[in-house]
């Protein structure tokens, strides 16, 4: 294996959260060896500096790592520029950075599997990244297999394949739809990542994951996932800046070591059935045109609302 990578960790208000990733983070046998950067955003204004102040203080006492960096921003940037622009500095100053957020919850055997899939597939220009997190599923998929794209919770990819990075949403929007793949960034219908994308264009959400997911589509290029989750979302309870309430069921995060052997980089045919499967069930979207137009007012409706 090369040198470990650096974790890059992004946190803002949620300190008992923060406080659960670490001690996660730290029960890796790598993360003694292992850099870590922590990334505290700041406050919006008086309602919230007092929670964010907790983190930092939070992050201040992490301890169990070859090396501590706590980057405090003055001003609340959002997630989006917060981790765009961690990653920018992450990646000036390294090859390759393991990312995650402050809702993200880690085996014990994450960084093992991170760092050994870094290496793997370095050299291999068509993969985007290594994701930890995978989607419920009750498939026979092989121990790590490939979709096209990128995802967010819990990952990790290298300077060459960020730079494909396109801030630009309605650039990717207008790409997308000339080149013909709005149906493949859908995973066929199923999922409404072409709405995310239209609403990041148009200011209702703040999302770097929809781009970098459009970027690396674009860009022909493929995830490494794991058949059992590395990484858990726990933000899934409505204390994030877009989280949510569904009360989602996740399994924890698989404590047991991970086979890294080099697959193929293909897609993954069960593997995109498998999610297709998931995206049915969690975003229910009409099969018929007009049934669909009705989903995406309701939504509509319902973002205002929160808004």
């Known amino acids: 294996m090369t040198q ?37 955003d700041g406050p919006r204004g008086p309602s919230d500096s007092e929670e964010v102040e907790a983190v930092r203080r ?7 790592f070859r090396h501590i960096e706590i980057r405090e921003a003055s001003e609340n940037q959002g997630l989006a520029l917060s981790l765009t622009t ?20 880690v085996s014990r055997h994450f960084l093992d ?17 290594i994701h930890g997190a995978v989607y419920p599923h009750s498939a026979d998929l092989p121990e790590t297999f490939f979709i096209r794209g990128a995802d967010c919770w819990g990952w990790a990819t290298w300077r060459r394949a960020w730079e494909v990075f396109e801030p630009d949403g309605a650039q990717l929007l207008k790409e997308l739809q000339a080149r013909g793949l709005l149906d493949a960034f859908n995973f066929e219908g199923t999922a409404p990542f072409e709405e995310m994308l239209i609403d990041q264009v148009e200011g209702r959400i703040d999302s770097w994951a929809i781009r970098w997911y459009a970027s690396t589509l674009l860009n022909e290029m493929l995830t490494l996932y794991p058949r059992v989750p590395m990484a858990v979302n726990i933000g899934e309870d409505g204390t994030g800046t877009h989280g949510s309430s569904r009360g989602q069921s996740w399994p924890g995060p698989y404590e047991a070591p991970l086979v890294s052997r080099q697959v193929p980089i293909l897609e993954s045919s069960s593997g995109r059935e498998a999610f297709r499967r998931y995206f049915r069930t ?12 009705a989903w995406r007012r309701a939504r509509r409706l319902r973002q205002s609302l929160r808004t």
Request: glycine content about 4%; proline content about 2%; some cysteine.
């Open 86 to 105: 961690g990653l920018d500095f992450m990646l000036y100053h390294w090859d390759r950075v393991i990312v995650v957020e402050d809702d993200i919850l």
């Open 58 to 64: 939070e992050a201040r006492r992490a301890t169990g």
């Open 4 to 40: 470990l990578a650096p974790i890059a960790l992004f946190a803002y208000r949620r300190r008992g959260h923060l406080e659960r990733v670490l001690s996660a983070l730290r029960s890796n046998i790598l993360a003694r060896d292992s850099y870590l950067v922590i990334f505290c």
């Open 113 to 129: 599997y991170m760092n050994h899939n870094l290496a793997n597939y370095e050299n291999s220009v068509q993969v985007a990244s």
């Open 282 to 293: 969690r975003y229910r979207i009409p099969t018929s045109k007009l049934g669909r137009l």
